[in-house]
């Protein structure tokens, strides 16, 4: 398995090759109910996320995968291509986003849609500074990998096993968190987007793929709404980003 290369924005410009945005938004939220949809500091929360890539100059097309024509009406009416609603089998609690990712690529086939990358993005994250997916794009070819995860910094020591707690660090030496070589320091999966090169996805099945590379991110961005309490902490840094030129850059 390749190893993982951290890496960090890039501000270089460059050409890039044909990209599409795809946003999985399934109905059937248990914890917010239509909460893909909910309205949060004025718009519905997937209507974040579809705007964001609409407005990156490296993205050529956005489109919603959802099993919901309530969601797809909405997404639409903010600019994405809802073309098909996403059969139910694959739009469960346990089913797996790599099955909506390789039903939208059968769909890009039989449509005859050609498209080098895939832009994943989760709508659940809508915090992201305005060139964030083009900024992406451009260090994803850059340094040739197959697919980036999105990531932020982890300022927390870590346990796991609760009946039979191992610590992630020398507890009987904690360091200082500013002492953490670079090399040592931990980081979190944001789940806020992912780019992967579509041929690498249908051979491999998996988002995370062939080469890949971390992409930071600041950790306003790594917000993910799964509970009332991160929609409230989230629509008061949307609020305060509406407020704030330059938020979460």
Not at 95 to 107: D, I, N, R, Y
Not at 202 to 225: F, K, M, V
Request: hydrophobic content about 35%.
């Amino acid at each position: 398995m390749a190893r993982p290369l951290l890496i960090y924005m890039c501000q270089d410009r460059g050409n890039s090759m044909k990209t599409v945005a795809l946003i999985p938004a399934r109905s059937g939220s248990k914890s917010i109910p239509e909460k893909n949809i909910k309205n949060i500091a004025g718009k519905p929360l997937i209507a974040w996320s579809i705007e964001q890539a609409i407005s990156a100059k490296l993205v050529d097309d956005v489109y919603v995968s959802t099993d919901c024509e309530k969601i797809a009406e909405i997404s639409k009416s903010f600019g994405a291509k809802t073309p098909f609603l996403r059969p139910k089998s694959i739009s469960t609690d346990t089913a797996k986003t790599e099955s909506a990712v390789g039903h939208f690529c059968k769909f890009l086939d039989k449509a005859q849609l050609n498209y080098e990358y895939i832009l994943l993005i989760q709508c659940t994250s809508p915090i992201r500074a305005s060139d964030r997916f083009d900024s992406a794009i451009r260090y994803f070819e850059r340094k040739k990998f197959d697919s980036l995860i999105s990531v932020a910094n982890s300022h927390r020591f870590v346990w796991k096993n609760f009946l039979n707690p191992n610590a992630d660090y020398d507890f009987l030496n904690r360091p200082r968190r500013q002492d953490i070589p670079e090399t040592e320091r931990t980081f979190i999966e944001t789940g806020s987007f992912y780019l992967f090169k579509r041929a690498k996805f249908l051979t491999s099945g998996n988002r995370i793929c062939g080469r890949y590379g971390l992409y930071l991110t600041p950790e306003n961005e790594a917000t993910d709404i799964d509970s009332f309490v991160d929609f409230s902490i989230c629509e008061s840094l949307l609020i305060r980003k509406n407020n704030r030129e330059n938020f979460a850059a």
